[in-house]
């Protein structure tokens, strides 16, 4: 159950989503069903200001103390920064062994590894820092492309909106449906998002270390319809399918099928973000022929269908307001 919840802040810390765990956890919605919580707010000095990213402080209520008895304790996102109070870092080992979820909120999650609370758990944090987590926290499990993990006690969140999604979850968890839904109706949110944070994020396509090949790159390029093979790239690159395989692989660090199949997906997030046309026309624009292979290499490199992608993500003409 989801009686008591303490949000522990510290200095750095920020405030959308700091705001994000007050609207889920700090809001009386008794009126709509759900069931009453109380909600702390926790700092290693009660009363005294803790600086923010955008220049404004956040005065915590309770001190750390009011961990205690938490059913719940979050941690939203902060600075990141080699070193957190030890306070801090005592209070969330010490409510995390008498058994009390923990959440974090995008990069709250490193708080958590430096109180030693990600140590052989499945974890993950913003795309932008996923790598760093696992950099810092080694024993951690990091899952960079989800929106949250719940690993049971351990709930942590990508960037921002996807602390909504995390929070929702654990208020669907413990409480049902009906409460989930009744605090996402009023947040004016999906009571569940599909997908992860792959469709956020920009891919790195490999790029050519060095020019040899530079000429047989930019013509697949303009050609990405084009059923390529090694054999007829070979050709055009006046090497043998041996060689020029291996000097692909050296020189863009993958293989000629997946870097075409990589560029035709960024193509394809283009298109459908810049234009009108049609699942099928977009597969034939970019060489996967079917609806049903765009959709396969998508969801596989994005992580959500192409369809659901366009809803997200799609450009639209700004809505006129008529004056007055």
Same mark, same amino acid.
């Given at each position: ?28 919605? %008794?009126?709509? #069903? ?6 702390? +707010?926790?700092? *290693?000095?009660?009363?005294? @200001?803790? /600086? ?8 915590p209520t309770h001190g750390l103390d009011a961990l205690d008895g938490a059913d719940l304790v979050a941690v939203p996102a902060a600075r990141i920064r080699g070193d ?51 950099r810092r926290f080694p024993a951690a499990e990091v899952d960079p492309d989800v929106l949250f993990v719940d690993d049971g006690t351990l709930i942590t969140s990508a960037? %921002?909106?996807? #602390? ?6 654990? +208020?669907?968890? *413990?409480?049902?449906?009906? @409460?989930? /839904? ?8 999906p009571p569940q998002r599909d997908g992860g944070q792959r469709q956020f994020v920009t891919p790195a396509v490999p790029e050519c270390t060095a020019d040899s090949l ?75 022929? %079917? ?9 596989? +490199? ?23």
């Amino acid at each position: 159950m989801l009686r008591t919840i303490a949000a522990v802040l510290v200095d750095g810390t920020a405030p959308f989503e700091f705001g994000v765990v007050c609207e889920v956890f700090g809001i009386d919605r %008794t009126m709509d #069903g759900v069931p009453p919580m109380e909600f702390r +707010v926790c700092g *290693e000095r009660p009363g005294e @200001p803790l /600086t923010t990213e955008v220049g404004v402080g956040i005065v915590p209520t309770h001190g750390l103390d009011a961990l205690d008895g938490a059913d719940l304790v979050a941690v939203p996102a902060a600075r990141i920064r080699g070193d957190y109070p030890p306070a801090v870092l005592d209070a969330l080992r010490t409510a995390a062994g008498r058994g009390a979820t923990v959440l974090s909120v995008c990069s709250g999650a490193f708080v958590l590894g430096a109180a030693g609370l990600l140590d052989g758990r499945r974890c993950t944090t913003h795309w932008m820092h996923t790598d760093e987590l696992a950099r810092r926290f080694p024993a951690a499990e990091v899952d960079p492309d989800v929106l949250f993990v719940d690993d049971g006690t351990l709930i942590t969140s990508a960037g %921002t909106a996807a #602390g909504i999604d995390a929070c929702l979850h654990l +208020v669907r968890r *413990e409480l049902g449906s009906g @409460p989930a /839904t009744a605090v996402a109706r009023r947040m004016v949110v999906p009571p569940q998002r599909d997908g992860g944070q792959r469709q956020f994020v920009t891919p790195a396509v490999p790029e050519c270390t060095a020019d040899s090949l530079e000429p047989v790159l930019a013509w697949m390029l303009r050609s990405l319809a084009t059923d390529h093979t090694v054999a007829t790239l070979a050709r055009r690159a006046r090497m043998s399918q041996r060689t020029f395989a291996r000097r692909f692989a050296a020189e863009t660090g993958t293989t000629p099928h997946r870097w075409l199949t990589a560029q035709r997906v960024l193509h394809a997030r283009r298109l459908l973000e810049e234009t009108p046309l049609g699942v099928d026309e977009i597969a034939r624009d970019c060489g996967f022929g %079917t609806a049903a292979l765009l959709r396969h290499h998508f969801r596989r +490199v994005v992580g959500v269908t192409p369809t659901d992608y366009r809803r997200t993500f799609a450009s639209r003409p700004a809505v006129r307001t008529p004056a007055a």
